[in-house]
C-alpha cells in the first residue's frame, strides 16, 4: 500500500515537473524573442547591416516571382558588367524560410509585409534556438541543466548581436540549425534509432542550405566519433549516428546550387569521408570478433586490418593527388584562414580587410558572454563526472569553438552556444550540491530527504549518468530480452541508485557555505541578466543605417545613408551605375535601385581591385577607369564632420592594398609617410593628390575654416583644391555620404592642316589615341 502511494506521488511529481518545464520552456522563448525588440521599440522597424538588405531584396523577388525564378535569376544590377547568378551562389535557407513564413501568414489572411516578416525572422528563431539547446543539454546532463542553458542562450549578448529584430543575416537561422543537428546527433548517439539519424541528416541539409559555416559540423562530429573509436567507445550507436549522416547528408549537401560537388571535392570535407571508413573497418572488427573463435578472430583481424590500411591508403593518396592540383589545396581562403591566422593578411587582403574576420581582443569575450567565461571551466569537469559519449561531445564542442572563436571574431557566435551548454551544466549540478545540502541538515527535511533526493528535477542528471554508465549492458541486454536479464537489470539499477544516494550523502557542505553559495549564485545571474539586458538595448540595437549620439543638448540621429539612398533612386536614371566601395554595394541595389560595380559578395577580387586602384589614382587616372566602366556616380562615406570612425578614409589601405594586389603599380609605401598612416600636412603627395582623399575632403574646409577631421583628430593637409574631372551633385545633412558625377569628355576640336603634313598629323594623333586609349591601370 506504501509502495503504491509513494508511485503515485512520484507520477504526480514527474507529470507536475514535466507541466513547470514547458512553462518555463514558454516563458524562455517569449524572453529570447522580447529582448531582441530593442532595436524596433527604440528605433523603428528597419533591416539592418549591409548583408541583410541583399537577403530582403532576394526574399523580395522571391514572393513576387516565385521560387522557379529564383533559382534561374540572373542580376544584372550587381557586378556590372559581369552580373550575378543569384540561384547558384547564395545560400537559400534563410530566404526559403522567411518566404516560406510570409506564404503561410498570407494564406491565413495576415496581410504582413515581406519586410516585417524579414525584420522579425531572427527574433522567432532565437526562440527556436533556445528550445533546441534545451533538448541537447537534456540530452546531455537532464532537465535541469537543459532549462539553464536554454535561459542563459536567450540572453547571451554574443547571438543577440547578431539575431536582433532587423538582423536579417544568414546566421539568424544557422544558429538554430547548427544546434538542432548537434541535438539529433546526440539523440542518435544515445537512443541508436535511424528515425533520429534520418531526422539528423535532414538538419543538416537545412544547415547546409542556411549558412557556410556548416563545414564546422562536418568536421566537429568526425573529429568527436573518431575520438569515442581511439578511446574504445565504439558500439552500433555510435554507427547509427554517423554513417547515415555522412551518406544521406553529403547526398543532400550536394543538391545545394552553391554547394554541389564541393561536397565531396573539398578539403573541409575529406575528413568526415575518411572517418567514415575508418568506422566501418571497426564495425567489420566487431562483427567479426562476435562470430569467430579468439584464434580465428586474430587472422581475420590482420586481414581486415590489411585490407583497411590499403584501402585508407588509397583514398588517402586520391584524396593527396586532389588536394595537390589546387592552388589553395583545396581549402577556401576563409577555412585557411582559420588554420592559418596569418594567411589572410600574407595573400587574401580582401578577407582580412573585414572587421569581423579580425581576431577578438580579452574584453570582447567578456562583452560577449560575460560571466560564462568562469563557468565554462567547472562545466567542463562536470562534463567528466561521469564522462558519456554526450558530455565527451560537448568538451569537444567547446574547445573546437573556444580556438576558432580566437582566431575570427565573427566565430563568438559558434562559440555562445558551447559556452551556455557548459555554463548551464555548472549551475545546475552547483545547485543540486547546494540545495542538497541545506535540505539534508534543515530540520524536518532530514527524515526525508534521503527517501526524495532521487525525485527531484536535478536528480534526472543522476539516473541519466548511471544509464550511461551501463551503456555496455545495454547492447547484451537489448539482444538477449530474457526474464533472467530483466532481473539482473533491475538488482544492477537498484544498486547503481542506491550508490548514488551514499554519494549524495557524501557531497553535503555545511549550511552557511551552502547559503552563501547560493547568494552568489544568484547575485553572479543577477549581473548577467543586467549586462544581456544592457547590451540588447544599447551595445547591439542601434541599426547601422540611422545612427544616433548623445551630447549635452540631446540626442541626435543620423539618418545620412537613406538620405543619400533616396537621393539616388529619385534624382538619377534607372539604368546609371553607381561606384563605391564594396561595403556599400548590397544597401545601393537593394535601397537605391541602381547598379554597382561591386558589392559585398567579394566574389571577384580582380573587379574589386579595380575599384580601389581607381580610388588610389589620381583624379584623371581614376576618371579613366571608372569611365571605361561605365561610371556616372560615384559614391564615397566620409566621417570626419560628425567624427564616424567607419569611413572610406579608414578603409583606404585596404584600398590599395586589395588594388596593389592586382595592379602592382599601385604600392602601399607610396601612401605612408615613414610607415605611418597620415592626411595631415605630413601626408605625401600620393596620398594628397589621390582620388578618395579629393573626394572626401573637397569643400571641407568651409565647414569650420578649418578643415580639422575629428576622426583622425587633426586638420588635412590639403585644404583649397578644385576638381577637374568629377563634380559634387549632393552631400547629406551631416557630410557622412558625398556623392560626384562623372564630368563628360572635352569636346575634341579637328583643326585644318596642310596636305603636304596631313600625314605626319595623322601619325602623331594614331600614337595620341593610342596612348589615350591605353588602359590606365594595367
Known amino acids: 500500500m506504501a509502495a503504491s502511494e509513494d508511485s503515485n506521488q512520484s507520477k504526480i511529481r514527474t507529470a507536475f515537473g514535466g507541466v513547470l518545464a514547458f512553462f518555463i520552456l514558454v516563458l524562455i522563448g517569449v524572453l529570447a524573442f522580447s529582448i531582441r525588440l530593442f532595436s524596433v521599440i527604440k528605433y523603428e522597424s528597419v533591416i539592418h547591416e549591409f548583408d541583410p538588405y541583399f537577403n530582403y531584396r532576394v526574399t523580395q523577388f522571391l514572393t513576387k516571382n516565385g521560387i522557379y525564378d529564383f533559382w534561374n535569376w540572373f542580376d544584372d544590377r550587381t557586378w556590372y558588367p559581369l552580373g550575378r547568378v543569384i540561384g547558384g551562389t547564395v545560400y537559400p535557407g534563410l530566404t526559403l524560410t522567411a518566404g516560406s513564413i510570409w506564404w503561410i501568414l498570407n494564406s491565413l489572411n495576415i496581410p504582413l509585409s515581406v519586410e516585417t516578416v524579414c525584420v522579425f525572422t531572427a527574433p522567432i528563431f532565437s ?61 542518435t548517439l544515445n537512443t541508436g534509432s535511424l528515425f533520429y539519424a534520418t531526422l539528423n541528416a535532414i538538419a543538416y541539409f537545412y544547415m547546409v542550405c542556411s549558412w557556410g559555416g556548416y563545414t564546422f559540423i562536418i568536421n566537429l562530429i568526425p573529429m568527436h566519433v573518431l575520438l569515442c573509436i581511439v578511446t574504445g567507445r565504439y558500439s552500433s550507436r555510435l554507427y547509427i549516428a554517423y554513417a547515415p549522416l555522412v551518406v544521406l547528408g553529403t547526398l543532400l549537401a550536394a543538391l545545394v ?69 589546387s592552388p589553395t589545396k583545396g581549402w577556401s581562403g576563409r577555412s585557411l584562414s582559420l588554420l592559418d591566422p596569418t594567411y589572410a593578411s600574407k595573400y587574401i587582403p580582401i578577407i582580412a580587410s573585414v572587421s569581423e574576420h579580425q581576431p577578438p581582443t580579452w574584453p570582447s569575450y567578456f562583452m560577449d558572454i560575460n560571466v560564462l567565461a568562469f563557468l565554462v571551466p567547472a562545466g567542463i569537469v562536470a562534463c567528466f563526472l ?49 540545495t542538497r545540502s541545506i535540505k539534508f541538515q534543515l530540520p524536518g527535511l532530514a527524515e526525508n530527504s534521503q527517501i526524495d533526493a532521487g525525485d527531484t528535477t536535478s536528480s534526472s542528471v543522476v539516473t541519466q549518468d548511471d544509464a550511461a554508465k551501463t551503456n555496455k549492458n545495454e547492447d547484451t541486454l537489448k539482444e538477449r530480452p530474457s526474464r533472467k536479464n530483466r532481473k539482473k537489470e533491475k538488482e544492477h539499477v537498484e544498486k547503481t541508485s542506491i550508490k548514488s544516494q551514499i554519494k549524495k550523502r557524501l557531497l553535503v557542505l555545511p549550511l552557511e557555505a551552502s547559503v552563501a553559495a547560493i547568494f552568489l549564485l544568484v547575485l553572479l545571474g543577477a549581473f548577467y541578466v543586467v549586462h544581456c539586458v544592457w547590451a540588447a538595448a544599447e551595445a547591439y540595437s542601434a541599426p547601422s543605417i540611422v545612427l544616433t549620439s548623445h551630447s549635452h543638448d540631446g540626442l541626435h540621429v543620423f539618418d545620412d545613408f537613406r538620405e543619400a539612398y533616396a537621393w539616388l533612386r529619385h534624382n538619377t536614371e534607372v539604368d546609371d551605375k553607381v561606384a563605391s566601395w564594396w561595403d556599400y554595394g548590397y544597401q545601393t541595389t537593394a535601397m537605391a535601385n541602381r547598379t554597382v560595380i561591386v558589392d559585398n559578395n567579394t566574389w571577384n577580387n580582380t573587379h574589386i581591385a579595380t575599384v580601389g586602384t581607381a580610388m588610389s589614382s589620381p583624379e584623371k587616372a ?46 602601399e609605401p607610396d601612401y605612408l609617410r615613414d610607415g605611418q598612416y597620415r592626411v595631415d600636412s605630413q601626408a605625401t603627395p600620393t596620398m594628397l593628390n589621390c582620388l578618395m582623399y579629393k573626394l572626401s575632403y573637397f569643400r571641407f574646409v568651409e565647414t569650420d575654416g578649418k578643415a580639422f577631421d575629428r576622426v583622425r583628430r587633426t586638420e588635412i593637409g590639403k585644404k583649397h583644391f578644385k576638381l577637374t574631372h568629377f563634380e559634387e551633385v549632393f552631400t547629406t545633412h551631416h557630410w557622412m555620404v558625398r556623392i560626384y558625377k562623372l564630368k563628360p569628355p572635352k569636346n575634341r576640336i579637328r583643326v585644318k592642316t596642310k596636305k603636304s603634313k596631313s600625314k605626319a598629323s595623322s601619325t602623331t594623333s594614331s600614337k595620341r589615341s593610342g596612348k589615350r586609349k591605353k588602359n590606365p591601370w594595367q
Open 127 to 187: 526562440a527556436n534556438a533556445a528550445w533546441a539547446t534545451y533538448l541537447l543539454t537534456k540530452e546531455v546532463k537532464g532537465t535541469g541543466a537543459g532549462l539553464t542553458a536554454a535561459a542563459l542562450l536567450a540572453m547571451v549578448p554574443s547571438y543577440i548581436s547578431r539575431s536582433v529584430a532587423g538582423s536579417y543575416d544568414n546566421e539568424a537561422v544557422a544558429i538554430f540549425a547548427l544546434i538542432f543537428t548537434f541535438y539529433l546527433y546526440i539523440k
Open 257 to 325: 546550387p552553391v554547394v554541389g560537388f564541393n561536397a565531396v571535392m573539398t578539403s573541409e570535407h575529406f575528413a568526415s569521408f575518411l572517418v567514415f571508413i575508418i568506422i566501418h573497418v571497426v564495425a567489420l572488427v566487431y562483427y567479426i570478433k562476435g562470430i569467430l573463435s579468439p584464434k580465428m578472430f586474430k587472422v581475420a583481424v590482420t586481414l581486415v586490418v590489411s585490407v583497411g590500411l590499403v584501402v585508407c591508403c588509397a583514398v588517402v593518396a586520391v584524396l593527396i593527388a586532389l588536394v595537390a592540383s
Open 386 to 434: 561521469p564522462l558519456s559519449d554526450a558530455s565527451s561531445f560537448v568538451v569537444l564542442y567547446i574547445v573546437t569553438s573556444v580556438y576558432f572563436s580566437g582566431v575570427m571574431v565573427r566565430l563568438m557566435l559558434v562559440l555562445a552556444p558551447a559556452a551556455c551548454i557548459l555554463s548551464g551544466i555548472a549551475l545546475s549540478e552547483a545547485f543540486d550540491v547546494l
Open 622 to 667: 581614376a576618371w579613366e577607369i571608372f569611365n571605361s566602366l561605365d561610371v556616372k556616380y560615384v559614391l564615397v562615406v566620409f566621417g570626419g564632420l560628425v567624427g564616424y570612425p567607419s569611413d572610406d578614409i579608414n578603409k583606404f589601405l585596404w584600398m590599395v592594398r586589395i588594388g596593389g594586389g592586382v595592379f602592382p603599380h599601385i604600392r
